[in-house]
C-alpha cells in the first residue's frame, strides 16, 4: 500500500562542502517476505470440511422430500444440494450444521458444548457463502501472511474467528450460526490497525487509508442484510483491530537495527525501534483484550 523504503540515513555536514562528521550505517537487508501456505491450507480445509458436510447431509435420503427435488441430482448423487425452499446457498438442512457443531447458544452455556465455539468456523451454509469467504480469505490472508508470517496471521486468524463466534453467541440465542466470517473481519480489522500503528513507513497514507476503509465498508454493509449474522462480523472486527496493534507493529521509519551499524557511529544519532504512540497503542489493546 505505498510503503516507503525502510532506511533513511541521519547525516551530520559541516561547513560549505557539507564534509561528513560522522559516518553512516549501511542500509539494512529487505524486511523477509514469507511464502504464504497457511491461508491456502485453510482454504482448502474449508472446502474439504463443506464436502464432508454435504456427505453427511445426504440430501437423496431426507424422509421430508423426494430425492428428485435435490439440487444437481442425481449428478452429485449424496453430495447433492437440499432444495431451494429448504437452503437457498446451495448447502445441508440446519439440522446437519447443528449436528456437526454449528454455534448453539443452548448447547454451548447449558450443556457446556464450548468446542462449538471452534467447530462452527469450519462449517458453511452453503456453496454461495463458501465461496464469498474463501475470496476473502484468500484476498487479504494471503497478503498479510506474506508480510508477517504463518504464526503472527495464524494466531490473529484464530483469536478473531473465535472473539466473533463469542459475541454471536451472547447476542444470537434464539438461532444456530455457522462461518468463518468473524476471521475474516478479524483479518480485515488488522489491516486498518496495521496501517494506523505503522503510519510513518507509508508514503501514500491517505489513499491507503480511503481504500481500505471503503472494502471494510463494504464488508460491513453485505454483512447487514437479513438473515446474516452480523454481530459475529463485528465481534471478529473488533477482536483483529486490537490484536493488530498487538501483533503487526512494525519499527518506525528510519530505525537501523545495531547488528547493522558499523563501529565508531554515534549512537545518539539512532532513532528508537518503535515510536511511543504504538506502544500505547499496543499496550491499550492488550489491556482491553485481557479485560473483554
Not at 464432508?52 to 439440487?71: G, I
Not at 493488530?244 to 545518539?268: A, C, D, E, T
Amino acid at each position: 500500500m505505498g510503503r516507503k523504503s525502510s532506511y533513511v540515513p541521519d547525516l551530520e555536514t559541516s561547513g560549505r562542502m557539507g564534509q561528513w562528521l560522522e559516518p553512516y550505517p549501511p542500509p539494512p537487508p529487505p524486511p523477509q517476505e514469507w511464502v504464504p501456505w497457511l491461508m491456502p491450507l485453510m482454504a482448502l480445509v474449508l472446502s474439504f470440511a463443506f464436502a464432508f458436510t454435504m456427505f453427511v447431509n445426504d440430501c437423496p435420503s431426507s424422509k421430508d422430500h423426494d430425492a428428485t427435488d435435490c439440487v444437481f441430482y442425481p449428478s452429485l448423487g449424496r453430495f447433492s444440494f437440499e432444495p431451494f425452499f429448504v437452503n437457498p446457498l446451495l448447502g445441508p438442512t440446519a439440522e446437519t450444521l447443528d449436528k456437526l457443531g454449528a454455534l448453539d447458544y443452548k448447547k454451548i452455556v447449558m450443556d457446556g458444548e464450548r468446542w462449538r465455539l471452534v467447530s462452527c468456523m469450519c462449517l458453511h451454509a452453503g456453496v454461495v457463502h463458501l465461496l464469498a469467504n474463501l475470496f476473502s480469505l484468500l484476498f487479504t490472508g494471503i497478503r498479510l501472511e506474506e508480510e508477517f508470517g504463518f504464526v503472527k496471521i495464524g494466531l490473529l486468524y484464530f483469536l478473531s474467528g473465535l472473539g466473533g463466534s463469542l459475541v454471536s453467541c451472547v447476542s444470537n440465542k434464539l438461532s444456530i450460526s455457522v462461518g468463518v466470517s468473524g476471521a475474516l473481519f478479524g483479518l480485515l480489522g488488522a489491516m486498518l490497525s496495521e496501517l494506523i500503528t505503522n503510519w510513518t513507513i507509508y508514503s501514500n497514507k491517505c489513499t491507503a487509508l480511503f481504500t481500505l476503509l471503503l472494502v471494510i465498508g463494504i464488508n460491513m454493509a453485505v454483512g447487514a442484510v437479513p438473515h446474516v449474522d452480523s454481530s459475529a462480523h463485528i465481534g471478529g472486527f473488533v477482536s483483529g483491530f486490537l490484536l493488530g496493534f498487538v501483533l503487526l507493529m512494525r519499527p518506525q521509519y528510519g530505525y537501523i537495527s545495531r547488528k547493522h551499524i558499523p563501529p565508531g557511529y554515534n549512537m545518539g544519532l539512532i532513532r528508537p525501534k518503535f515510536k511511543i504512540y504504538q506502544l500505547l497503542l499496543c499496550l491499550t489493546s492488550l489491556v482491553l483484550l485481557v479485560i473483554g
